[in-house]
């Protein structure tokens, strides 16, 4: 079985779709510098990070990791198409953005002996902004409101040194607005999902393939107010077949850990600590990595990560990724339409 060409295919076939997320003049993109992993590969052991800091993830993702030896596409639905009635400042009213934030995937890795294949999901319970940023956000509606309303008459007047002003200034405040918007105090997410293996041999079929794991996990994230900074807590369970990396018989592992997020600019660095406890062999195990992300343009993030997992033996690890966002989420901004 080859799944990643099969992968790659089904990339191909919703790129298409893309085409009706793009973001219009009068918007705001919403996606945030750091990308969650596909769940597949958290399931795995192969993610660049165990510790995932929930966010609004892009209607489609593509993720690659060490060279094409792994791949992943994460869809979002709601994002797939634009929605001119969703308006920034209702965006941070929306407590429970389930269906909102509901994201699915399906992820493959390729080892010298296997195929596994991995399907998952992952959705917001709860998402609140402090008072803080929601009057900031009104300090800046206001301001921008303030200048779209001189920027009519100064056009038409043909005053254009007034005009590339407060043009600027609107770019400059919908950018702090925007950031504002990434960045609520306190988030809840779930995410769950199963991965199944199969021999790599050329004889092989799907229907050899086996369950090698599922899990679920609670991810809980806080974000202080006008602190670059992000706390993850993460609460994870999940059962192993008898092929399980650190086990020779079924197991069951319950996992915690946390996780801490520093973004400025272009560049984002996490550093995270799991345990991991086997139910069965009444064993723990000790996953320590740290990771960076650079972001390279509005579509293409580069990910980083090096440390050591869970494995007592040959167990550390460097992991190269490249995440395609494939479209943006984009909420509307009110501007007056100028003559």
């Known amino acids: 079985m080859k799944f990643l060409p099969l992968l790659l295919f089904s990339l191909t076939a919703v790129i298409p779709l893309a085409l009706c997320a793009q973001q219009k003049t009068d918007s705001l993109d919403v996606s945030d510098l750091y990308t969650p992993a596909s769940t597949g ?36 639905p709601f994002w797939l198409k634009n929605h001119n009635n969703l308006k920034a400042e209702d965006f941070t009213k929306h407590t429970t953005p389930f269906f909102e934030t509901l994201n699915f995937s399906l992820a493959t890795v390729k080892t010298d002996s296997n195929y596994a294949i991995g399907l998952g999901f992952r959705t917001q319970l709860v998402r609140i902004y402090s008072f803080g940023a929601t009057g900031s956000l009104r300090g800046k509606q206001q301001a921008m409101e303030s200048l779209l309303a001189d920027l009519g008459p100064a056009y038409a007047r043909g005053d254009t040194a007034a005009v590339r002003l407060d043009t600027v200034r609107i770019d400059s405040i919908s950018r702090d607005y925007a950031a504002l918007i990434r960045r609520p105090v306190f988030v809840t997410e779930i995410a769950g999902g199963s991965v199944a293996t199969t021999s790599s ?21 806080y974000s202080p ?106 909420v509307q901004v009110a501007k007056p339409a100028v003559p």
């Open 41 to 76: 590969f958290t399931l795995m052991d192969k993610a660049p990070t165990s510790v995932d800091k929930p966010t609004t993830t892009k209607a489609i993702e593509a993720d690659i990791l060490n060279l094409a030896q792994g791949a992943a596409v994460q869809v979002t």
């Open 201 to 221: 041999a050329p004889n092989s079929s799907i229907g050899q393939a086996h369950l090698a794991r599922s899990g679920a996990w609670l991810n809980i994230r």
């Open 225 to 330: 107010f006008q602190l670059p900074l992000d706390f993850v807590g993460v609460v994870r369970y999940s059962t192993a077949g008898t092929r399980a990396v650190t086990s020779t018989r079924d197991s069951a592992f319950f996992d915690y850990g946390v996780g801490v997020f520093y973004g400025r600019g272009h560049f984002a660095l996490s550093a995270e600590y799991l345990n991991r406890y086997d139910v069965s062999l009444q064993k723990s195990y000790d996953r320590l990595a740290a990771a960076v992300n650079y972001k390279i343009s509005n579509q293409i993030i580069i990910v980083g990560a090096f440390g050591k997992n869970f494995d007592n033996v040959e167990n550390l690890f460097t992991t190269l990724g490249v995440n395609f966002g494939l479209s943006k989420n984009t």
